[in-house]
C-alpha cells in the first residue's frame, strides 16, 4: 500500500489518509496538529479551505467518480 491514500468520496471531500504535508502557494505549512486523516474540499463550498466542513452536503454537491487510467506520461 502507499505512504498516503487518497479516497475520492462520492458527492463528498478527498480523504488523504498518512503522513502529509500540505502548504499554500506560498511553501507555508498548515499546521496538521499531527492529523494523519484530513478531507479537501472538492466542491468549492467550504468556508474552511482547502478542508472540507460539511457544506457539500448542503449544497448537494453530487459528484461519483469510478477510478480509470490516465493516458501515458509524455516525456
Ligand atoms: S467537499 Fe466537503 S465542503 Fe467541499
Redesign the pocket.
Known amino acids: 500500500m502507499a505512504a498516503v491514500k487518497i479516497t475520492v468520496g462520492n458527492n ?2 478527498l480523504k488523504v489518509e498518512g503522513e502529509v504535508e500540505i502548504v499554500d502557494a506560498s511553501g507555508n505549512p498548515f499546521g496538521l496538529q499531527g492529523r494523519t486523516v484530513i ?1 479537501l ?6 468556508k474552511n479551505q482547502p478542508f ?5 452536503r448542503a449544497i448537494n ?1 453530487h459528484s461519483e467518480i469510478t477510478a480509470f487510467e490516465l493516458p501515458p506520461k509524455k516525456v
Open positions: 463528498g471531500s478531507g474540499c472538492r466542491c468549492g463550498a467550504s472540507c466542513d460539511g457544506s457539500h454537491f
